[in-house]
């Protein structure tokens, strides 16, 4: 029990580091919520973020709240993961790069009972980082006058997780989840003979409950294992505070608002995968998800949003069979990972997709109960045609998987 209340101890500690450490540079995260963020941990990362059927076992999965159930009774896990991010963002005449880095997510969990398990943790799930300049024009003239909008801010995740585990082949698992944290647009008007230069300030505080629900199945043939799993969240209105405020040119206020809202949404979501484990040598995992963002209106927003789509093959595997007298590399599990998503971005006849190859390994920490996962993600989101953007990324994460043994009966002569 002292352990684990160190674990929560650790957890509460950083939570303020991973509030404040969600970035983006990505123009496109000024639509919606922002720029959702992918869910799983350093395991699911290296394998294109694939993890619908991944089991909780030294490793903790938030893809799919079903997966707490197969926990081991005598350990209590938790991960932590940390991400560096190279970016070059280009147009048809215009580069810039930079580099971005952030404490990424915390988590924990553990078994109740034989039969219910459940983890809570703190994740990221959008952030909003960007500076557009545009051209607009006075209605009724040919007068024009230019904008310079820069946004910032995210949404973060404190989830809570439970499953139950239905005899030796099923799980149910739900997510219940508390989103908050500012979106912030700053709007800065160039002053023109019609006119006056202003600063509006856009500010969304969220403070929304948000649920997700997920099954897995696996069944066992021999020494290989087929398994099936699905998740899924109804389309749920945010609530939100949304404050408006207008400053002249010597920063006065001349204008300030300040109401309810519930028009950030979340549409409808599912995702199904399937897997297939020979031992310990080999994992092959594959996901399909969809969002239904074309039902999703934004009144502040005129762009027309699309269905997303995504669709992720991961997989793991042993070269060698693991021995204490091999050299360390030949203990690694290795992880490569394919993704390619098409957005629900949509502008004129061009979807903004995003795709991306990665690889990693596992590596057992001392005790072989824990473990340090690495990984490298390049990609390439959005298109340089029609006067749009194109960022090309290189992200390097790690996450550690700390696996304490804990709820153990000590007896004494």
Do not use: C
């Not at 031992?279 to 209106?297: E, K």
Request: no cysteine; charged share 20%.
């Amino acid at each position: 029990m002292q352990k684990l209340k160190s674990s929560i101890f650790l957890i509460l500690v950083l939570v303020k580091s991973v509030v404040n450490a969600q970035n983006t540079i990505s123009p496109y995260s000024m639509f919606g919520p922002g720029e959702l963020q992918s869910k799983g941990f350093g395991r699911s990362q290296a394998m294109g973020g694939a993890g619908i059927t991944l089991r909780s076992d030294s490793h903790l999965n938030n893809i799919n709240p079903a997966s707490y159930a197969w926990m081991d009774s005598l350990r209590i896990i938790s991960e932590i993961g940390v991400q560096g991010k190279y970016y070059n963002m280009s147009s048809s005449d215009k580069n810039q790069s930079g580099v971005s880095g952030n404490l990424n997510y915390l988590a924990l969990g553990f078994r109740y009972n034989g039969w219910m398990a459940g983890s809570f943790g703190l994740v990221p799930f959008s952030t909003v980082g960007y500076t557009v300049e545009r051209q607009n024009s006075v209605g009724g003239t040919n007068e024009k006058y230019s904008s310079v909008y820069k946004g910032e801010g995210g949404i973060s995740q404190i989830y809570f997780s439970n499953a139950v585990k239905l005899g030796k082949h099923l799980s149910l698992g739900v997510s219940a989840s508390y989103l908050f944290g500012p979106l912030t647009q700053e709007e800065n008007i160039n002053a023109t003979e019609i006119v006056p230069a202003l600063q509006i300030i856009r500010q969304d505080f969220l403070k929304s409950f948000y649920f997700e629900y997920g099954i897995q199945y696996s069944k066992q043939f021999k020494k290989s294992e087929f398994s099936l799993g699905a998740v899924f969240s109804n389309r749920q209105n945010l609530e939100s505070m949304h404050v408006l405020s207008v400053y002249d040119e010597s920063y006065s206020l001349i204008r300030g608002e300040t109401f309810d809202t519930d028009y950030l949404i979340m549409p409808m979501t599912y995702g199904v995968g399937t897997g297939f484990k020979r031992s310990d040598r080999l994992n092959v995992l594959f996901d399909y998800n969809f969002q239904q963002w074309s039902q999703a209106d934004y009144p502040t927003q005129k762009d027309e949003f699309k269905d997303l789509h995504r669709f992720t093959l991961g997989s793991e595997f042993r070269p060698w069979e693991y021995r204490v007298m091999n050299k360390g590399y030949k203990n690694w599990i290795y992880r490569l990972g394919v993704n390619y998503q098409r957005s629900y971005l949509s502008f004129g006849n061009r979807v903004i997709d995003d795709k991306s190859i990665s690889f990693g390994a596992g590596i057992s920490l001392p005790g072989k109960i824990s473990n340090f996962d690495w990984s490298v993600r390049y990609g390439q989101n959005g298109t340089k045609a029609n006067g749009l953007i194109r960022e090309d990324y290189l992200m390097f994460q790690m996450g550690f998987s700390l696996n304490e043994h804990a709820f153990i009966k000590r007896k004494f002569d």
